[in-house]
């Protein structure tokens, strides 16, 4: 049974820091390209951060760069997203996505709610 089970989410101050840590299971975890999205009230899912399957190559939507690093660890079957300098505007539920490289079957978390405000 497949599962990617997020963590970490929950209420912090403005330029506050969250780590999101997302643990997958039941596929071939480093065969798969992991992502964070995020859905804000009101809006649509976002793509946040995309790392490829070594950790070699990562990418962010213009709105978070400088601010979050998505890493993972292979061996524990984890993907994480550093949060740092929070605002307002990142408040959302945030995703954990798995796409195999081998045949692009595609997995969800069930989300972790982040919320930004003073």
């Known amino acids: 049974q497949v599962q990617l089970v997020e963590s970490g989410g929950g209420l912090v101050q403005p330029g506050g820091s969250l780590r999101l840590s997302c643990v997958a299971s039941?596929?071939?975890?480093?065969?798969?390209?992991m992502r964070w999205y995020r859905q804000g009230p009101g809006k649509e899912r976002e793509l946040v951060a995309v790392?490829?399957?070594?950790?070699?190559?990562?990418n962010y939507a213009d709105s978070v760069k400088g601010r979050f690093t998505i890493s993972r660890d292979n061996t524990k079957s984890t993907v994480s997203l550093q949060m740092d300098s929070l605002k307002p505007e990142d408040t959302a539920m945030y995703y954990c996505?798995?796409?195999?490289?081998?045949?692009?079957?595609?997995?969800w978390g069930q989300g972790t709610q982040v919320t930004v405000s003073s």
């Open positions: 039941g596929f071939s975890f480093s065969s798969a390209v």
């Open positions: 996505h798995a796409r195999r490289i081998t045949d692009n079957t595609t997995y």
């Open positions: 790392i490829a399957t070594t950790g070699g190559w990562t």
